[in-house]
T-cell receptor, first 108, second 114 residues
Framework: KNEVEQSPQNLTAQEGEFITINCSYS?????LHWLQQHPGGGIVSLFM???GKKKHGRLIATINIQEKHSSLHITASHPRDSAVYIC??????????FGPGTRLSVLP | DAGITQSPRYKITETGRQVTLMCHQT?????MFWYRQDLGHGLRLIYY???????DKGEVPDGYVVSRSKTENFPLTLESATRSQTSVYFC?????????????FGPGTRLTVL
């Protein structure tokens, strides 16, 4: 069965801290996506990656295909980064499988 | 409006009633999906469609029916609602099945079954 795990489940940080959210999965995949779900419920895509590292502003996503692991880093965190971050993997020939999400709260 | 929309945004119904959740996208994306999101679970796929008139079951299809007579619409029907179907429902669309085809999500419908 395809499984996607995320850690931590919940994370509280002070503004300015460096944050890391981890994702591990159990099957071979063609890609991994990181999604952000805002407190109002909307879901947006942050990154799509299948190898290496991508950076967008203060967000960095990395993936190690051999170890079946990805990390999402947020540098200089800000209260507006407060959201649920969801890891989604795309197993070969299948639909997306989603992790349970990591709830991040950044305090001013 | 451009994008992907869902209606209604909030719905309260009673056990045994039929409920239809609507999803509409303006991009002419081939693929459309229905997910439910519950506490403690990731998004779980209910049904998906690769094109008009082509639908297939996902992980949790029981109690749900879908249709796709037009590319832009993908309604989800609960034929006889149960309390266990209380959830937040998300519709999504993608232009293709390649790994770098971004998936776009609707705003969600919060359904409560009493």
């Amino acid at each position: 069965k395809n499984e996607v795990e995320q850690s931590p489940q919940n994370l509280t940080a002070q503004e300015g801290e460096f944050i890391t959210i981890n994702c591990s999965y159990s099957v071979g995949i063609s890609a991994l996506h990181w999604l952000q779900q805002h407190p109002g419920g909307g879901i947006v895509s942050l990154f799509m990656l299948s190898s290496g590292k991508k950076k967008h502003g203060r967000l960095i996503a990395t993936i190690n295909i051999q170890e079946k692991h990805s990390s999402l880093h947020i540098t200089a965190s800000h209260p507006r980064d407060s959201a649920v971050y969801i890891c989604a993997v795309l197993p070969y020939g299948q639909n997306f499988v989603f992790g349970p999400g990591t709830r991040l709260s950044v305090l001013p | 409006d451009a994008g992907i929309t869902q209606s209604p945004r909030y719905k309260i119904t009673e056990t045994g009633r039929q409920v239809t959740l609507m999803c509409h996208q303006t991009w002419s994306h081939s693929y459309m999906f229905w997910y439910r999101q519950d506490l403690g679970h990731g998004l779980r796929l209910i049904y998906y469609s690769a094109a008009a008139d082509i639908t297939d079951k996902g992980e949790v299809p029981d109690g749900y029916v879908v249709s796709r007579s037009k590319t832009e619409n993908f309604p989800l029907t609960l034929e006889s609602a149960t309390r266990s179907q209380t959830s937040v429902y998300f519709c999504a669309s993608r232009s293709g099945e390649g790994p770098y085809n971004e998936q776009f999500f609707g705003p969600g419908t919060r359904l409560t079954v009493l």
